[in-house]
């Protein structure tokens, strides 16, 4: 493909992508909580736009950018009414257009977030098939069916809806009598399409190419596991995971076709797939040489604090995915890592699956203990080979925001189970800036309160606190981002060093090595190890040959020691 007229993002743009090259740190912005510039309480781009130095300064690759289409919000904007235009709560297309060219300009990648299995209960579309009959080509574009029972009051099928509750919503037809029903994963403000008609594949290469002209460098991909259903929509024989519902083989058409896509521009464009299935093995399918380029690896997120344990959903990515997994430990659908990792977490329950799981409140929580380890598992992520998704407010070491009033919780998870889901609201508060000011410096002055209101604690985190703090979490953060390339570079292959004690997970790759010390004693440094000199650890360091307890230690190779990882490849094991 051609492009007739580049946007202004393209033409400084035409450089290799870094996020093709399969190790580029990200930093989602989940934009309602970034930082509000017009006093809504609500985030919005040019909120963005005033801090996204800080965001480039702090060494990242990469912005993703939570949906930011125009849509009425139930799902905060995972229920698109118009594809093609920014939600004024948000800005313009100008904005967003200025945002790109700033983002380049500052060596920052783009990626949108591409809702393409459902869409809003308000987009023109859904509202054509309302008023369509039965049969339309209106309705094909989604799932309607008719119902069961005698006068198909009972729905087509007994699928139950991700947020709880079933899948199935009954309309009123036209003349007024009830009707079809539609199938909606999610909520019912969020209507599926049909995939299988080629009119939906039509139009949504179409809405890639006009960001893609817009000059985004790539997509993260929502549900991209549940796209295509099972045609016939078989009843589900219960036990958990309902096959016919996700990862159906016809899904993989549509990121062949979405892939060839974007390898037509030059730069090609980046796709990375959220594929949440019971085994980090599926996600191998998604990533063909001619599908994604990349998949969220969970695996490493869902799991306890325990060396035996992340090492094998470590192992497990790096033999899914090859030289490159796509690693996160927190994203807007999951607690923070701070309050995960101060609860007690069994070995003996598996880890959750799913997304409403990995959200569940357990237990009590020692956040100070959640804290240490959560900087410690930062410092792991960022020596992993592969890319690295950062989530907003981890920089900041934000906790997970328990203990939000009833009546100022929004997620649709809360909203249906009746408030028995505690859902994902608290990992949503608006981001602290500074540490004083009614909102912390998220919005200006004399502003309307935050959409989510920020407890009387989040000005111990704030930015302007943290900044100059040498023992900051922001500053661990930095750090981090500053050494990860020269340590660590491109080398994709890991080798492990075995711990026969079972309490450290270490590894060399590059010039460098990881050590994580996940007991909570300070343990000495295996004097077998050649790591040589310590350049950060996580915690404060009183003693050179110790690793504090539940800290990361980053180590460099003397520069004339160029046999170091030769020389570790004898003890490497797998
Ligand atoms: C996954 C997104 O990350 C989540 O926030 C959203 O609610 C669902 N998909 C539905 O779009």
Redesign the pocket.
């Known amino acids: 493909m051609t492009l007739t007229s580049p946007a202004p993002g393209n033409l400084r743009n035409a450089t290799p992508n870094p996020l093709l090259g399969g190790d580029a740190v990200v930093y989602q912005v989940y934009l309602r909580s970034f930082r509000d510039s017009d006093g809504d309480g609500v985030g919005d781009l040019a909120g963005l736009r005033e801090s996204l130095a800080q965001i480039a300064d702090l060494g990242c690759d990469a912005i993703w950018l939570n949906p930011c289409y125009a849509s009425p919000q139930r799902?905060h904007g995972?229920d698109i009414s118009d594809y093609r235009a920014i939600d004024p709560t948000y800005g313009t297309l100008a904005d967003f257009d200025a945002l790109v060219t700033q983002a380049h300009d500052l060596g920052l990648r783009v990626l949108m977030d591409m809702?393409a299995?459902?869409c809003s209960s308000q987009h023109r579309w859904f509202q054509a098939a309302l008023t369509s009959a039965p049969g339309s080509r209106e309705r094909a574009r989604f799932l309607f069916r008719d119902g069961r029972g005698t006068t198909g009051e009972l729905p087509p099928n007994n699928w139950e809806s991700v947020f709880g509750g079933p899948a199935w919503t009954r309309v009123t037809e036209p003349d007024g009598r009830p009707g079809q029903w539609y199938f909606h994963a999610?909520d019912p403000s969020?209507p599926d399409f049909d995939w299988r008609n080629p009119e939906v594949a039509a139009e949504f290469s179409a809405v890639l190419r006009f960001w893609y002209d817009r000059g985004v460098d790539g997509f993260r991909i929502?549900?991209a596991h549940g796209m295509v259903k099972a045609a016939e929509l078989p009843d589900h024989a219960g036990g958990g995971h309902n096959h016919a519902m996700w990862d159906q083989p016809e899904v993989h058409e549509i990121y062949r076709a979405w892939r060839a896509l974007g390898d037509s521009y030059d730069p090609p464009k980046y796709l990375v797939g959220?594929v949440w299935l019971p085994s980090q093995q599926l996600l191998g399918a998604y990533l063909r040489p001619d599908e994604l380029h990349q998949a969220f690896d969970f695996g490493l997120l869902v799991q306890p604090w325990d060396a035996g344990r992340l090492r094998a959903a470590i192992n497990t990515g790096l033999q899914v995915a090859g030289r490159a997994p796509a690693w996160a430990l927190a994203?807007?659908?999951v607690h923070r890592t701070a309050t995960r990792y101060g609860q007690q977490q069994s070995l003996e329950v598996p880890p959750p699956t799913d997304?409403i799981s990995a959200a569940r409140r357990r237990g009590p929580v020692d956040l100070q203990l959640g804290t240490t380890r959560a900087r410690a598992a930062a410092g792991l992520l960022l020596a992993l080979p592969g890319a690295a998704f950062l989530y907003q407010g981890e920089e900041l070491g934000l906790p997970e925001v328990l203990d939000l009033a009833d009546e100022a919780r929004q997620d649709p998870i809360w909203l249906r189970s009746g408030g028995t889901e505690l859902g994902?609201d608290g990992c949503r508060v608006p981001l602290p800036w500074t540490s004083t000011g009614p909102s912390l410096g998220f919005s200006p002055p004399a502003s309307a309160p935050p959409w989510l209101p920020q407890p009387a604690w989040f000005a111990g985190y704030a930015r302007d606190a943290q900044q100059d703090d040498p023992a900051s979490t922001l500053t661990v953060y930095r750090q981090l981002l500053h050494h990860r390339r020269t340590l660590f570079g491109p080398d994709a292959t890991l080798r492990w060093l075995d711990d026969a004690t079972g309490g450290l997970l270490a590894f060399t790759r590059g010039q460098g090595a990881c050590v994580v010390n996940l007991t909570d004693h300070p343990r000495e440094v295996p004097p077998s190890w050649p790591l040589g000199q310590r350049v950060l650890c996580t915690e404060p360091v009183a003693d050179d040959s110790v690793l504090p307890a539940n800290s990361t230690n980053w180590f460099q190779f003397p520069s004339s020691d160029t046999t170091t990882n030769r020389r570790n490849d004898q003890r490497q094991t797998s």
């Open positions: 799902d995972y809702v299995n459902h999610f969020q929502d549900v959220e994203n807007h659908d997304m994902r």
